[in-house]
């Protein structure tokens, strides 16, 4: 919970109030029933200024009349302001406070725009600006031109859909002080949201994601943006659309980061390849072509942007169901490879081929160590390796990773969640003049990145990379599941699972806050019979020597590590596991034992 005894609560009613990441969600914290019954009169009198002055939108306009006399619905949609934190806004689309509209999005672009002008100077305000496949996202991006340009900010804006790295590029490329990327991400349908990034292309830093949730908190939500349309911005110079010269240069510096150069022309490698009906069509085709990769199958009821995403209901390609129809379609081709990129394009999900036919998912972890072991090995045998090579990832990835680092000398940093951490990295060493040593970067939520041409995660050079890995082991007459076999034969077999726990609801936050606390209070001296070694509290940045987090490492006596960490977009506490066995089975055993033990503490 937030410390400051600050309002800001609709309507002026006083409120504590919580943080999400560096965010204050301005949650209202319910006391008794005198409490529920005041704050319901608070959120109802907003719903009725909402139902009067809402008149733009026509879906909001029925929404809103739907909602009448239907208490649950309208304290949902209005008992808190939608938080602005590191990753920007995330939410269900639709009418109120709590909702993703081109209210709110006007509401976070005025805050963004007048951050911006405050900081700095009027003949270097820009931005770019680029959305995915979701519904309203292209609504949503030019709802943010239209602010910004009202605000005397320069916007460059895609002309079609494109996904995250291609923002942080453009941000970049066209030295502007942000970026918006409309996107929320694998969520379902229902959902979207409103990424800010910094001018260096990483997702805003906590400190400057705070000042521009301050702005936002002085700006109404319903009259206090700025505004003026698209095409009149156009008309006056403001909004230009994102050259062809800095899509080239994308592409350009994607290709620039081949292993071996020229090799998959010749390799013969057979794809099939699913953008999950989302923004990675384009430019994973056009980056795949480039480099020689021809005889490629786009799984077709996924091919095309669609943000009902009626193939799946969760188009995350980490899980099996949003794979399955390309999955399909590979048996069907006899495809090498299969891959999915999420509906940004930030993530790339994988199923090789296996030497009996079958195919086998493999996971974020794996895909990472894959990547790094052939980027390292590769750039040693082409002379390309630069010297004191760096890679970096998030430390709830693999421990499987520093060991291969190890073994080709490469120094392996481990940072925290959030990919903006790898993008700090790499800052650190383009400012100390050495950005060539930076290799590869990734975390076992399915994000990779081999370039500082962006500071997210880049499913295009992903995919690109992931492509010329398969087609060279093809080439060998080998393959990448006898690779990843070689690995764990080499240096041990390591297990990687996420447990997730759901905490929804008003009370949900201080449910998760209050497990956290106790064990910070309370520390787990064993689990499943093994002696807790170690415990990493990422809270005490004096021990770590990293930025504070609400992290919890605790480092067994056999080895195994179990890490326990709220999520910062989700009401959710994940627990991460690395087990260690003879074999896989054996390792999954162990995964088991220290799940059951730890269930518990989550209920």
Known sequence: PCRQSH??????????????????????????????????????????????????????????????????????????????????????????????????????????????????????????????????????????????AANGIKVRIYDALMPVPALSFATRYYNCNAGVMVTASHNPAKYNGYKAYGPDGCQMTDDAAAIVYEEIQKTDVLTGAKYMSFAQGVEEGLIRFVGDDCKDALYEAI????????????????????????????????????????????VP???????????????NPEIFAALELGLNLAKETGADLMLATDPDADRVGIAMKCPDGSYELVSGNEVGVLLLDYIAAGRIEKGTMPEKP????????????????EHYGVELRNVLTGFKWIGDQIANLEAAGEVDRFIFGFEESYGYLAGPYVRDKDAIIGSMLIC??????????????????????QYGRYLNKIDSFEFPGLSGMDKMSGIMENLRKNPLEEIAGYKVASVIDYEKTEETGLPKANVLVYKLENNETVIVRPSGTEPKIKIYYTTLGKDLAEAEAEKEKLAEALKPIME
């Open 7 to 148: 309002s800001g609560g609709l309507g002026g009613y006083p409120q504590n109030h919580e943080y999400q990441g560096s965010a204050c969600t301005g949650i209202y914290r319910l006391r008794g029933k005198k409490d529920m019954s005041t704050v319901y009169e608070t959120i109802k009198n907003e719903y009725e200024v909402w139902k009067k002055k809402v008149t733009e939108d026509a879906d909001l306009t029925a929404e809103l009349t739907d909602m009448e006399g239907k208490e649950d619905r309208i304290t949902d949609a209005f008992y808190q302001n939608l938080a602005f934190g590191t990753g920007g806004l995330r939410g269900v689309i639709g009418a109120g406070t709590n909702r993703m509209n081109i209210y709110t999005v006007g509401k976070a672009s005025q805050g963004l725009a007048d951050y911006i002008n405050r900081h700095f100077p009027k003949e270097e305000r820009k931005i770019a600006i680029s959305y995915d496949s979701r519904l309203k996202s292209d609504v949503f991006a030019k709802t943010a031109a239209g602010v910004l």
């Open 255 to 298: 290709e620039s980061r081949q292993v071996r150069p020229g090799l998959c022309k010749s390799a013969g490698l057979k794809l099939v390849y699913s953008p999950l009906n989302g923004s990675g069509l384009v430019p994973v085709t056009r980056v795949l072509k480039d480099i020689g990769i021809t005889d490629v199958t786009i």
């Open 468 to 489: 010329e890995m398969a087609a060279y082991y093809r080439s060998i007459g080998s393959s990448l599941k006898q690779r990843l076999e070689e690995i764990y034969a």
């Open 301 to 315: 009821e996924q091919e095309y942007p669609n943000g009902y995403f009626t193939t799946c209901s969760y188009p």
């Open 390 to 405: 760096v890679a970096v990832k998030s430390l709830v990835s693999t421990p499987l990773a520093d060991a291969v680092a």
